[in-house]
């Protein structure tokens, strides 16, 4: 055979095999254009299921904002307007009968029996008596149902964006199957092994998208199915009306139609935490917060409950954790102190009161420079820190009050005497920054000499002829004390100086009894201050514990404590 022969035969060959390769590139290029629009149908399809998921969320979103808007205005109505007259005439009612003027109070009962005719919550079933059931009267008119909007805005969106990310990967799929076709088509130009190569990866981007696609396809979507919502908003309803025992099951219901609902474990924490089972609401913040609430309001409260529980480790990491989320969280801030000190790690503590109350006096500064106030949750939250250790301290002392909330004594684990030495020193630091930034916008200043003697509270006695006659003094006075004198020495006091009173019943700031003036009668002596309803005589003290303090220059000088029977 000739060389002409071989070559021709070589040729032969070559030509043969070139082909072969060009039909199996011709059928993988078909085979991946196939994809490539089975891909783009279903790129399509789910931003189209994202789109109709999107315009329900934002129908359910108006609709809940409405509700809201639209029932909380109807309330404040009826609260504002309707009750709030209603019982301003009852007021005059009693007023009349005690002054013998039966003619007054019947006319003013009718004009009571006629307003109550004009606003449902003066109506059964939510008004039987003196003073209506506004919560479940706000359950009713909006909470409920503005709960199950949002809850399905929230569904919805979740819903969308699961669409919107399979629609996202589907378009990254294309993309690559256009590489892959790319690679495909280049290999029919290169020769020897190069073109091995273009098939091979661009096969790989094929398999790849081929993978993708099919997880894709069998990912779940977020679902929480109506049932759940529906036990949900229910379980809000209630809970919102104090009636937790019998939102917990609905809560329940809800979490056995959807496991992973974290809104349900939240609430029913909440619920758990009300009743005081504190090991379960523990539990229930945990599981809100593994199921995707890992926000700042869920990891408050769960550090909160790991302190009333004594899992001191526990609450610290919860707080430093919410604290990375929102450095500015204050009230997060002095619960971080509050267990660090518990466990008697007092130094930490103490740098951490420092953080909370610069960042207090940080925010106070900033609103008044922008010309704002601060939030008021502020004043809240600085009010909130000092009670919590004074709660602590009546703890660890043995005479915890009934609104106390602290550890157990025997799960305190700091040295008793160091931590009521701190504990008193902080509780008093952080009560003059708070006076000081609401009513001067700046930290306080050093500690005066100034001198206060401990408060004496008593009552004035008058002769025969209405003459004021002595003080009758004590720590405890009957049902129906409408007055109180605080009777106190002083030295080194200066005319001038900001005096401020406040009034605390049982462990909570009384504002309406706050007196806020100028100090007037001199460097030193004995004075008589009046905190009283006897303007009125409709109001008197409620029974219980009644705590006056004085703050001039808001520094606080001296604190003391009287009590109200019950009737």
Known sequence: MTEDTHTHDRHHVEGAEEARFERFVSILIASVTILAAITAFLQTYAGTEASKANRRAQAYSIQATTRQLSGAVQFSYDWQGAFQTWREVDLQITAAEQEGDTVAAERYRRLRDHLATISPMLQPPYFAGDWPDSYKYEADLYVVEATRAAEHFAAEAARGNGWDGIASAFVVQLTLLAVALSLYGLSTTMGTWVRWLFVGVGSALVLLCLAWMALALIWPLPELPDDAIDAYAEGVGLAYQGRDEEAIPLFSTALDVAPDYASAYYDRANSYYNLGNYEQAAADYAAAKANGRDDVNVGWNLGWTYYLLGRYDEAVQTDVRVLELDPTVVGVRTNLALAL???????????????????????????????????????????????????????????PKPWTQAPAAHLVTADFGALQTFGAEQMKRIKEYTVALEFTGRPPGAPSSANVSDFEFGQEVLDAQGNFERYDTGDTFAYGTNDMVILFDYVGLRDGQSEVWKVYVNGYEDASLRVVSDWAVGESGGAAKSISYAYSNVFIFAPGEYTVELYIDSELLKRGTFWVLEE
């Open 341 to 399: 000190m518990a466990q008697g790690k007092i130094e930490n503590a103490r740098i951490e009161y420092d953080h909370a109350l610069n960042e207090a006096a940080r925010q106070v500064v900033e609103a008044h420079a922008a010309n704002q106030e601060p939030p008021s949750s502020l004043w809240y939250y600085l009010d909130a820190a000092a009670l919590d250790i004074e709660n602590l301290l009546a703890q660890v002392n043995g005479a």
